[in-house]
């Protein structure tokens, strides 16, 4: 098959789409595909016309222009198949905000507000979480523990992105859920317990070798399996995502709190998802292949 991947990209997570990138296309190859990696800049819009000329799009953009629906959308009008959630899914996933307003009727979600000036006051006490709507790899999440931490994070992130959530801080275990769907079925690969030696599972600890302990399978009761693997699936559900996307959350006295999903979850050496294919027996090159046999052509 001839497939082009997109991975590069123009957003803050332009270097981790590189990592997911090649490594995508190393995989693509083994498996005997033509494979053509396309790095996406500005002069996008030149390049997209060539798509046309192939049977299959990879896309491992990762954030603004890539995760959010607007390539998808593109894509579409090209008609183009492509891997992954459609231009509504991706959109709606992208923005934290939104996501919450869809999801939190069908699944527990940390209380929340919108914030578009800096304040000294959280509804929830401290510590609580301040995060951006639309941004990926926890770029501009901090654990505030007081007023003041409370007010300078939200002077630095507002002017990047104009209005942020501030969340109540749940002090409990970061799982991570891998959803694919193989032979028509969603299939949830080993769930991922995070163990992070930072505050949380941050950008450094995401990226940074050592830095966050992988536990494979998690240890979970069958309660607690069940009502993780029960929220994920109705969250993956209600967005109408598509093919895979991973699930992250917090655990907490046997009741999963929801944070966000992931339509195009990460593809390095140290992403989770691979990691939880590992756990199940598959290797890279088998959860690629699983992935590129979600798209219906």
């Known amino acids: 098959m001839k497939i082009a991947v997109l991975m ?7 270097e981790i789409s590189l990592r997911s990138g090649e490594n995508v296309v190393k995989a693509l190859r083994k498996l005997g595909h033509d494979v053509t990696p396309i790095d996406v800049r500005e002069n996008f819009l030149q390049v997209l016309p060539t798509l046309r000329g192939f049977d299959l799009v990879f896309i ?25 959630s459609g231009v509504v ?7 934290k905000l939104m996501t919450y307003r869809v999801v939190e009727k069908f699944v527990p979600v940390p209380e929340y507000i919108v914030v578009d000036k800096p304040t000294r006051e959280s509804p929830f006490g401290f510590p609580c979480v301040v995060k951006p709507r639309k941004e990926g790899s926890s770029i501009g ?12 994070s939200l002077k630095t992130e507002l002017k990047l992105y104009g209005e942020m959530i501030l969340q109540r801080y749940i002090d409990g275990r970061e799982l991570t859920v891998s959803v694919i769907e193989m032979d028509g079925e969603l299939r949830i690969l080993p769930i991922l317990e995070l163990r992070p030696k930072r505050r949380f ?12 302990e992988f536990v494979l399978p998690a240890p979970l009761t069958e309660e607690e399996y069940r009502a993780v693997c029960d929220s994920c699936l109705k969250a993956f559900r209600t967005c109408e995502c598509r093919g895979f996307a991973r699930i992250d959350g917090i655990l907490k006295d046997g009741t999963f709190y929801f944070l966000e999903i ?7 050496d140290l992403s989770d998802m691979p990691a939880s294919a590992r756990a199940a027996g598959m290797s890279f090159e088998d959860l690629i292949d699983a992935i590129v046999k979600t798209v219906k052509r």
């Not at 899914?89 to 923005?95: E, G, P, R």
């Not at 999440?141 to 300078?152: N, R, S």
């Open 89 to 95: 899914a991706s959109a709606l996933c992208f923005d």
């Open 262 to 268: 992931n339509t195009i979850p990460g593809m390095t």
């Open 201 to 212: 599972y941050d950008y450094i600890a995401k990226y940074t070798p050592n830095m966050t």
């Open 141 to 152: 999440v901090h654990i505030c523990d007081g007023p003041e931490e409370l007010e300078e």
């Open 60 to 84: 491992a953009l990762h954030g603004k222009f890539g995760e959010d629906g607007t390539v998808q959308a593109l894509l579409d009008w090209l008609g183009v198949p492509y891997t992954g």
């Open 8 to 14: 590069g990209g123009i957003s803050r997570e332009r």
